[in-house]
């Protein structure tokens, strides 16, 4: 408390504040109290006044532990406690030391912070997977796997994924600055990855030794064999498509080549145009033929002479042939009808008109 308190004389150009622990929140934050005060409400103070704040440990980064499912103290981490502070997280259970000194360095040596991802966590440290580092890479890609502790490939350093290694979807630098001076870490000692870096990684990434969870943190409803077979059936697929492309190609190179050879045997073979000339399409001259005389007419054949035209001769009149007495009165029977014969069948009148 009596360092703190002097902080603005004893360091009057600013300071670094280094946060480790969880900050409990639930009942007042007096689960964890410094000098009868809540633990939150000194970080807040320190934090704010502070040139950076370097959260160190998962617990510091978002809870940890005592912030996971179930715990009684709802804590969390400096960004969220302290959400003011010039802030950068070391996560990891525990965090590397190794990170915390390369980032004083960095700030002592440029004024500024290294660079984050959306977490506020270093790049430089947790800016690739652990999986793509691990000196077991190899057995992963021949699919030599450790099948049980202790079986024989736990004997010959295979690896671990099938005894719920999260090295594939877990971001830190451990399988290259190692732990202890580079003496070890995890992985090397025979266990797999639990995912300490990552957010939530008691709830995210557990348990510990079953294979992958069945949800992705960053991808909730993809699992992690899900994403194999798609790049299986992706790279399938490009390749695919790549063989068709260049049969296609060497179909059409064949189909030309031939054409190419059909057209230079015609050429070979038909005459060669005369240079200069075009052709007319004028249509041919016309040739009369010579008049025929006609042969003489025989003698009895000869035609006989023609009268020369002269007057109309006059038709004569036409005579009416004198009528016979017996058929005088006929047509005009036939012209008119006459009055009822008696004793021709008259239509029958109806009752009342008789
Ligand atoms: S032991 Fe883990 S991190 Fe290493 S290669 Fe296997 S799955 Fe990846």
Not at 77 to 105: F, K
Not at 118 to 125: D, I, N, T
Not at 271 to 282: H, K, S
Request: proline share 11%.
């Amino acid at each position: 408390m009596a360092a703190r308190s002097s902080l603005d004389e004893r360091i009057p150009d600013g300071y670094l504040a280094v946060v480790e622990g969880a900050i409990p929140t639930a009942d007042g934050g007096m689960a964890c109290a410094i000098g009868g005060r809540p633990f939150k409400d000194v970080v807040r103070e320190v934090c704010d006044g502070a040139i950076a704040t370097i959260a160190v440990g998962s617990c510091a980064f978002d809870g940890g532990a005592p912030g996971a499912n179930g715990g009684r103290t709802d804590a969390v981490g400096v960004a969220e406690a302290a959400p003011n502070a010039h802030l950068i997280s070391l996560s990891g259970c525990p965090m590397n030391v190794e990170n915390l000194t390369a980032t004083i360095v960095h700030y002592l040596t440029f004024k500024e912070l290294p660079a984050t991802d959306g977490r506020h966590r270093p790049l430089f440290a947790y800016g690739g997977l652990i999986h793509n580092e691990c000196e077991r890479r190899a057995h992963f890609e021949f699919g030599e796997f450790v099948l049980a502790w202790g079986d024989e490939g736990a004997q010959k350093g295979w690896c671990l994924y099938k005894m719920g290694c999260k090295g594939p979807e877990v971001f830190a630098n451990c399988a290259s600055v190692q732990y202890a001076s580079a003496t070890s870490w995890n992985i090397k000692a025979g266990h797999g990855c639990i995912g300490c870096t990552m957010p939530d990684f008691w709830d995210s990434m557990g348990p510990a030794h079953a294979r992958l969870p069945a949800t992705l943190p960053f991808a909730p409803t993809v699992t992690a064999d899900q994403i194999g077979l798609g790049l299986v059936g992706g790279v399938a697929a490009v390749t695919a498509a790549h063989g068709a492309a260049t049969y296609a190609r060497e179909l059409r190179n064949r189909v030309v080549g031939r054409r190419r050879a059909a057209t230079a045997a015609i050429a070979a073979v038909a005459p060669a145009p005369v240079e200069g000339r075009v052709a007319t399409l004028e249509p041919p001259e016309v040739v009369s033929p010579e008049p025929v005389e006609p042969p003489p007419a025989p003698a009895s054949m000869e035609a006989e002479p023609v009268p020369a035209p002269g007057p109309a001769a006059t038709p004569e009149p036409m005579t009416t042939p004198e009528a016979e007495p017996g058929l005088e009165a006929a047509p005009a029977a036939l012209e008119e009808p006459g009055p009822s014969r008696p004793g021709a069948d008259a239509p029958e009148q109806p009752e009342s008109s008789r």
